[in-house]
């Protein structure tokens, strides 16, 4: 693989190119809004991607610190509009919760939480199918899939790593049930 | 001013820059490397070599900050966290586009020597000679027969991974091994192999990485880590750092001097050579000047002519070079972006280990032997066949412990490659000097005014659509092919405005990349070139610039220059 192929653009399992990555994207400087996320903001998005990306017998969202990734990643790498839309999906995201369950996320059992996330996901699909803004569980959701899998623990713990592989071997057995390299 | 002499002054020390150091302190000649950047020491400046992308805040994807910073950079690949600091300031350094075009710079020792895709092919003799069949532009001045045996001289020592084919279109060097293909690329280079009868052929890439190691250079075989921009702990790719600048240094020959803008070339019109150039010191802004017998530019291809461009203005109000009417025309790229992939049957139970600095190439079928096209030239692709990883859509999951158990195993294959396809030269495509905007240093800057045309434009439409036919023919399934946008200069292999010529009245440069005006000035960057072919042009600068210091070498030795 070179370069060029590489760092081309990620596309997360989310239908939609990464947002705020390498892909162009048309982009006005203003002020971008900085500092806006508080430490229940953080909490808040830990468990959402614990949701997506559970603890089992490997390390979970939490366990790659994904929440506290998510809200760096937005303040420093997402145009105003889109940190709009994130910082308004926070509040959304909970006013439905207390529609549902009468109930803020947090508070939610784990039950409640697959149920909710799970209706979001397919929100999400429908939008990204088409041209408007990204919902903003697009945007968590990548974030919580490429800032688990790019994290170190994520890459030690539940994918493989290694950090000198030394040689080239193309064609190699893979066995059903091993982790997929960590980096390319 | 600091008056001092050498006997040669090379400007520039990326690919061309360094072995231009490295042939003529080799030959005893007293040289001094002037660099308009920072210097970057080998392996202890190569900051980010052994981080991972979790070191980076941003997981190596670019800020807000990072691209109102970049504006240029963030329109491809290259703006990210790992390589800030690599790529020349684009406020420090502006530049005019008439036309949109995409200047990716590398100022600091080594240039783009540390940052480039280390493809490395020998032009074809068909190459050399498309200009003259065709009634493209000019003649080129030299045929494949001269450059042989300098490719080979090269390829030895930079050391170039690759394998044998026998294929005219694409001449064999002095190999080291190959880097592998991997299981599903061996399969799919058989069945082009077979569908088309043995005319497309899907092979090796051949990079500058080497496969063996090379103690006499401090050398260590690549280990698969994949980093190469980063700079290389191993020296295990060719880049000025490990290769071309310690063998200068060495000599005891070398004088390299970092933050050292040439400005011009201080031209001797009763002598009708040059003497010296002038030099602004980018850190102090004094200005100094350096004399020296010979000089070489290889400053990359636009800042070379940039220099000519500034230099001699009261003999020729263009600059040095001027006097064909050529300087700062016939601007080329490589024009890409268009290819196809797909995903491949099978193979589950095969993967692979390692990460390879390379991939498969498949050399130019189009205008060669009986086909014709209704365009001119042709193309080449570079791609991989890999396992897709997380980021995979996986349609039937949505959230919870299944999906993470899924997507942390690997996927299906998929295979794809991109065409990178041959620009002709154009006379209008050029490149100027605007006085009316300058740099931080007060200089003018240069104006960019380039397009591709209808050729290149029928051109792509092949590169998508012969794309899709290689990997369908191969069995590949749910092929898609890309057309994504071009702008010229995102290619990173600008070449031309000072081309090469067998005639002063048409070219810039003689057939052994001296200016005519100056013949103890030679240009041996991307400049020089009078044609594109549609192989990565590196391997080509360097063999010219061996080529060409051999020559001044016997030059001066006979008093000619």
Redesign the interface.
């Known amino acids: ?8 653009l ?4 989310t ?1 939609t190119a ?1 947002i ?3 892909a ?1 994207f048309a ?1 006005s ?1 203003s002020d ?1 809004g900085k500092g806006r996320f508080s430490a229940r903001d953080t909490r808040l998005l830990d468990e959402v991607a614990e ?4 603890r ?1 017998d ?1 390390p ?1 969202a939490k366990d790659a610190r994904v929440g506290e ?1 998510m809200t ?2 937005v303040t ?4 105003p509009q889109e940190q709009a839309i994130f910082h308004d999906g926070l509040v959304k995201l909970d006013a439905l919760s207390r529609a549902e369950y009468d109930r803020d996320f947090l508070n939610l059992d784990a039950g409640q939480r ?1 149920t909710l ?2 209706r979001l ?2 929100q999400a699909k429908t939008q990204a199918a088409s041209d408007g803004d990204p919902h903003y569980f697009t945007m968590i ?1 990548q974030l919580t ?3 688990f ?4 623990v994520g ?1 030690k713990e ?2 493989r ?21 960590a ?2 | 001013m600091a008056e001092n002499h050498y006997d040669a002054i090379v400007v520039g020390s990326g690919i061309s820059g360094g072995w231009a150091a490295k042939e003529l302190t080799e030959k005893g000649l007293k040289v001094l490397l002037l660099e308009r950047g920072r210097n970057i020491e080998h392996v202890k400046d190569y900051k980010n070599a ?1 981080k ?3 070191d980076y ?3 190596d ?5 990072m ?2 910073k970049f504006p240029v950079l ?2 491809d ?4 966290e790992s390589t800030m600091g690599m790529w020349a300031d684009e406020q420090d350094n502006p530049y005019i586009e008439e036309k949109r075009f995409d200047w990716f710079r590398g100022y600091h020792v080594g240039g783009r020597s540390l940052l480039w ?1 280390r ?1 490395s092919y020998r032009w074809s003799p068909m190459d050399f000679e498309a200009n003259l069949r065709e009634g493209v532009a000019i003649d080129w001045p030299i045929r494949y027969e001269d450059m042989a045996p300098w490719y080979d001289y090269v390829e030895r020592f930079a050391g170039i991974a690759g394998s044998r084919q026998g294929l005219d279109v694409l001449p064999d060097g002095q190999f080291l091994p190959p ?5 599903v ?2 399969d799919v280079a058989k069945r082009i192999e077979k569908a088309f009868g043995g005319t497309r052929h899907l092979i090796h ?1 051949r990079v500058a990485n080497i496969t063996q190691p090379k103690p006499e250079q401090n050398r260590v075989n ?5 980093k ?2 980063l700079g290389c702990p191993y020296g295990a790719y060719f880049s000025t750092q490990s290769s071309t600048l310690p063998v200068a240094m060495n000599t005891g020959n070398l004088t390299l001097r970092p933050f050292s803008i040439v400005t011009q070339v201080l031209y001797d019109k009763d002598r009708k050579r040059a003497r010296g150039v002038e030099v602004i010191d980018a850190e102090n802004n004094q200005t100094y000047e350096y004399t020296a017998d010979v000089i070489f530019l290889n400053a990359s291809t636009f800042n070379s002519t940039w220099i000519l461009m500034n230099s001699a203005t009261d003999v020729w109000p263009d600059g040095l070079g001027s006097s064909s009417g050529e300087l700062g025309h016939n601007v080329m790229d490589h024009h890409f972006r268009c290819g196809a992939s797909g995903d491949v049957e099978g193979y ?12 498969f190439y498949i050399p130019r079928f189009r205008n060669v032997g009986e086909d014709r096209r209704q365009y001119l030239r042709g193309f080449g692709y ?3 066949a ?2 897709q ?6 349609a039937e999951l ?4 299944d ?3 899924t ?5 299906g294959w998929t295979i ?1 490659m ?1 065409g990178f396809g041959e620009m002709l030269p154009y006379h209008e495509n050029r490149i100027s000097l605007d006085r009316s905007v300058t740099d931080k240093w007060g200089l003018p800057v240069l104006a960019m005014n380039v397009e591709i045309k209808q050729n290149e434009r029928d051109m792509r439409k092949d590169m998508v659509q012969d794309a899709v036919d290689l990997l369908e023919a191969a069995g590949v399934k749910n092929v898609q092919g890309e057309e994504d946008d071009y702008a010229p200069g995102m290619g990173i292999h600008e070449m031309g405005t000072a081309r090469m010529g067998r005639d002063p009245t048409t070219s810039v440069l003689n057939r052994h990349n001296q200016v005519w005006d100056a013949p103890n000035v030679f240009v041996t960057d991307g400049a020089c070139m009078t044609s594109a072919s549609c192989v990565n042009p590196s391997l080509t600068y360097m063999a010219l610039t061996a080529r060409a210091v051999d020559h001044a070498v016997s030059e001066l030795k006979k008093r000619n220059l």
Not at chain 1, 10 to 13: F, N
Not at chain 1, 51 to 54: E, F, N, V
Not at chain 2, 398 to 401: L, R, V
């Open positions: 693989m070179n370069r060029r192929e590489l760092l081309k990620i596309t997360v399992a239908g990464m705020g990555g390498n162009v982009y400087a971008n949701t997506i990306l559970p089992t490997t979970g990734f760096v990643f420093d790498c997402y145009t697959e996330v799970c996901d397919a959701k899939l490429f800032g899998f790019t994290s170190e890459a539940v994918l790593y290694v950090a000198v592989p030394g040689r080239y071997d193309g064609c190699t057995p893979y066995e059903q049930g091993q982790p997929v390299w980096t390319t | 052994s991972e992308v979790w805040p941003h997981r994807q670019p800020t807000q900050e691209k109102e963030k329109r690949y290259p703006l990210n895709g493809q880097i592998e293909l991997n299981c690329e061996e890439s690549c280990q698969y880590r994949n190469c921009w589950e139970d095969k993967y692979y280990f390692g990460r390879r600095p390379a991939g570079q791609g991989s890999s396992r990883r997380w980021d995979r859509e996986i949505n959230i919870g412990a999906l993470k158990q997507l942390s195993q690997p996927g794809g991109t």
